[in-house]
């Protein structure tokens, strides 16, 4: 783990608008900077970095959170991983805690494999365009198959040369060590010496999603029966071949964008599709899929099209992890090329345009394509159309995410049409096999969800829509007191009170219902009984807890903030001054709605320091609510008491909520209509 002290430096360091600027074009606009999501397509700028809060917000598909969850979000990094490429943006070192010395040992072999491994593919790379045995067989191979220098370089394709020990002498040279460099399966022992393990081979590095090298798949360019055509990096503390896929760091930008992963065998297929402009693509290395890999395509996308082989062992390949893909929920499809073809070939025979709408054109439902081939194949025998029968509703049974239902009850109608079946008995067969997963957890979530309505309809039922808003509503303001909490906690309100020990001096008596809320001042009670020093709005922005961290960005997510001109000008005639935001709100969606500039330029937003205003007004209007609510089931008691004595203590109750009520009005200036 990465120690504390790392942390706070890294935060301590981070700038929001810094990082997020890296990757988007902003302009300033007022506090904050504006400019186009990179979360989704959109030519209106609606992603908004506020530099003082250290956030950032799209007002168009929702996505929000601090300068970490950014990393995270847009390179799909772990919180670790997020932390480590801030610490190197920034030059900080990384200190690392270890729960036990076997877990320390692993880290450091795991970081000196990747030192290696980067070593390993500036040498190969070297080898191929630099030596004269590189550029007249790697590099001849590479053109052959059609591969220009721009696609070559940003793969990092090389050669590695056929000289027994070309390699171990450089890297022994460089005092790499011995037992990590046949770790790294780039040497091997033979005869009691060290050798290269893929000399005269031509060579794939293959990159984790943040592009560091894992390992490399070695090809063999001479005709042999005996050597294997592709050697690869053997499993170890980074290597894991059920979670690696060839392509990924080059292709994840491209899924995400086209909502759609092209799955191919091999790393050529790969190479060549990128180069035909076609870069949603990755590799599975000609292994079944995992569900390791599977969840990594998920990262990007729910769309899955599988292109494989037309030959009898490309369907079987593609039809190898059918089940764990339905499993993840991921919508899968299959295209089969043409026999004799690869997609390749098949991209440099057609061309991309025709290969991408080949695609297109051919995709076909993975499940149908299954039952429709086997099927085919099985004739008029009773037995074998029983064991796929089976098969079928097995594989239709792993479909078992409670959203996926409506798939599946579809997968059901489909299968029976075509196999001519009863789908009633097909029905039954799928319930056979999922009753101990989806059939329970439906039920649960069927009987949850009949409860929860059942209760909502308790509650609300009687009440006019103004009590309704009055009751229903509060949540509105304890955010808004919590939000308080975030921006101004750490404030003085008088010499020897904070405001966040002001804030509950006054509301500890009060209930507060929104859970979010709750574990918030529960955290800021802590802090000021244990380290006062550390209460702002960016440790709880930051904070470990990643449910905590989503809530305080939300809370601080206001685009405007409010002008007294603006407080004054639309104020009730009355005097009754409503909830301040909902009143800027209203005020700010007439002015755009008359689209007057001069009317909208009189309302500059200010920030003016009004905290105490600010929080005594919270404070105040949150009390007002619950008195409300206290006053509205004293009403109903009132109305259903079964003798005077008890009418008239409700009744004393009543004007004693009254009384609180009107000293409450008073304090915030307002008329309570009757």
Not at 62 to 80: L, P, R
Request: charged fraction near 30%; glycine fraction near 6%.
């Amino acid at each position: 783990m990465i120690s504390q002290n790392t942390i706070q430096d890294i935060l301590s360091r981070i700038d929001v608008l810094d990082v997020v600027g890296e990757f988007v074009k902003l302009k300033k606009r007022g506090a904050n900077y504006l400019g186009l999501c990179p979360f989704h397509n959109e030519k209106t700028p609606s992603f908004t970095v506020s530099p003082s809060k250290e956030i950032y917000k799209c007002f168009g598909c929702g996505k929000s959170g601090n300068t970490i969850s950014f990393i995270m979000e847009h390179e799909k990094y772990s919180y670790v991983e997020a932390l480590k490429w801030l610490a190197n943006r920034y030059g900080i070192e990384v200190e690392e805690t270890f729960a036990s010395d076997e877990q320390r040992e692993q880290y450091q072999t795991a970081d000196s494999l990747f030192i290696i491994n980067n070593f390993a593919e500036q040498f190969f790379t070297k080898a191929l365009t630099e030596s004269e045995e590189g550029r007249l067989i790697g590099l001849s191979y590479f053109k052959e198959r059609g591969f220009r220098e721009g696609i070559i370089e940003k793969f990092r394709l090389g050669y590695a040369p056929n000289d027994r020990d070309a390699f171990t002498r450089e890297a022994l040279s460089k005092q790499y060590n011995k037992e990590l460099l046949l770790k790294s399966g780039l040497v091997a022992e033979r005869n009691g010496a060290l050798a290269d393990n893929y000399r005269g081979r031509v060579i794939f590095p293959i990159h984790n999603h943040s592009g560091k090298v894992l390992g490399f798949g070695a090809r063999i360019l001479k005709t042999t029966d005996k050597a294997p055509k592709y050697i690869n990096t053997p499993e170890n503390e980074i290597y894991v071949k059920s979670k690696i896929l060839y392509g990924s760091y080059f292709a994840r930008t491209a899924i995400e964008k086209a909502d759609e992963c092209l799955l191919v065998e091999g790393y050529t297929d790969v190479v060549s599709l990128h180069q035909a402009g076609i870069e949603n693509v990755v590799a599975s290395g000609g292994t079944s899929l995992t569900v390791d890999q599977l969840r990594l395509i998920k990262k990007y996308t729910n769309n899955l099209t599988i292109i494989y082989d037309g030959d009898a062992a490309g369907v079987k390949a593609a039809l190898r992890g059918l089940d764990l893909a339905l499993e993840e929920s991921l919508n899968v499809k299959l295209v089969l090329i043409p026999d004799k073809e690869d997609p390749d070939s098949f991209v440099n025979k057609i061309g991309a345009g025709a290969f991408t709408e080949f695609i297109k054109k051919n995709k076909k439902d993975f499940i149908l394509f299954q039952l429709e081939s086997s099927l085919a194949s099985i004739g008029d025998d009773p037995v074998k159309k029983s064991e796929l029968v089976n098969k079928i509703a097995e594989s239709i049974s792993r479909i078992n995410k409670a959203e996926d239902f409506t798939k599946q009850q579809d997968y059901i109608k489909e299968s029976a049409a075509i196999l001519a079946i009863d789908e009633a008995g097909l029905h039954a067969l799928v319930n056979k096999y999922i009753r101990d997963r989806v059939a329970s957890l439906e039920r649960k979530a069927q009987s949850n969800t009949e409860k929860e309505k059942n209760s909502a309809a308790a509650e609300t039922s009687g009440f006019d829509d103004a009590t309704f808003d009055l009751l229903f509503k509060d949540q509105l303001q304890e955010k808004e007191l919590a939000r308080i909490l975030l921006e101004y906690g750490n404030r003085p309100w008088d010499e020897q009170t904070l405001v966040a020990q002001h804030v509950f001096d006054e509301i500890d008596e009060l209930e507060i219902d929104d859970t979010d809320v709750n574990q918030l001042i529960t955290s800021v009670k802590k802090l000021l009984h244990n380290n006062p020093g550390l209460l702002n709005d960016k440790y709880f922005i930051y904070n470990d807890d990643k449910k905590l961290s989503a809530f305080a960005v939300s809370l601080l997510n206001h685009p405007y903030e409010e002008s007294d001109r603006w407080a004054s000008d639309f104020s009730d005639n009355t005097g009754y001054q409503r909830d301040l935001f909902s009143q800027s709100f209203e005020a700010f969606s007439k002015v755009i709605s008359k689209g007057n500039e001069n009317d909208l330029n009189k309302y500059k937003l200010i920030s003016e320091d009004r905290t105490n205003q600010k929080v005594e007004s919270a404070i105040q209007y949150l009390k007002l609510k619950k008195i409300k609510r206290m006053l509205l089931q004293n009403q109903e008691d009132m109305a259903s008491a079964l003798n005077d004595s008890k009418f008239r203590e409700l009744h004393f109750i009543h004007k004693s909520l009254k009384d609180m009520e009107r000293e409450i009005t008073n304090i915030l200036g307002t008329v309570i209509i009757q």
